[in-house]
């Protein structure tokens, strides 16, 4: 009796998701395998919900899912069917971003020539916190973490004369949302008058 024992394939090890918004996101994964027919992609919101699905073709290893609901955890599998006729699956979890991720109206107020309070109206959705990154024409970056219930922030030492971007990012369960940044300028220190004294003139006969 001759017995043929049918050589394991190899399955996709990776999935990577990215550009996500408030109702899609990429899914893309590796390796790509020439012994694929076709993929299956099931996607559902995580611990509710039923599996959707969409059939990729085994030479493509990305695609979109579209029509998502924001601020959602998605389990995603796909299932790569190989030619043979065995299937292999692999899942990961990704997020849609909020409605409106990003803070609005952006503005800074002068507190001394070293140092200004930003200030902005407060992100949409379950805010869990921002996360404030100055980068100083003059000096090192720096990164502020602020609770969700503030909604500014002093920003210290800022040189004279020098342009500092500001960038303030809401942050989300799992995910940030999208940063507003705006770039501020600091007026020069003034430099005071020396003093002159007068000189003073003498008319002819004085004894100055």
């Not at 069917?81 to 299937?87: F, P, V």
């Not at 407060?122 to 502020?144: E, F, I």
Request: charged share 15%; with cysteine; proline share 7%.
């Amino acid at each position: 009796i001759t017995v043929t024992t049918l050589k394991d394939e190899v399955t996709p090890t990776q999935i990577l998701i990215s550009e996500s918004k408030p109702h899609s996101f990429k899914v893309s994964w590796s390796p790509k395998l020439d012994s694929v027919s076709h993929y299956q992609v099931l996607y559902s919101p995580l611990r509710r919900g039923s599996a959707k699905s969409v059939i990729v073709g085994g030479s493509q290893n990305t695609t979109v899912l579209e029509n998502l609901l924001p601020n959602t955890t998605y389990l995603v599998t796909v299932i790569a069917q190989y030619k043979s006729g065995l299937e292999k699956a692999l899942s990961a979890k990704a997020c849609t971003l909020e409605e409106n991720s990003q803070i609005r109206h952006l503005h800074f107020q002068s507190m001394n020539p070293n140092s200004l309070q930003a200030s902005w109206e407060q992100a949409d959705g379950n805010v869990l916190g921002y996360k404030v990154r100055c980068r100083r024409q003059a000096g090192p970056p720096s990164l502020q973490s602020v609770a969700p219930q503030m909604n500014s922030v002093i920003v210290t030492g800022l040189a004279p004369g020098t342009a500092n971007r500001i960038c303030v990012t809401p942050v989300y369960s799992g995910q940030k949302g999208k940063a507003l940044c705006k770039t501020t300028y600091i007026q020069p220190a003034s430099v005071p008058a020396t003093y002159q004294p007068q000189k003073k003139i003498c008319q002819q006969g004085q004894n100055c």
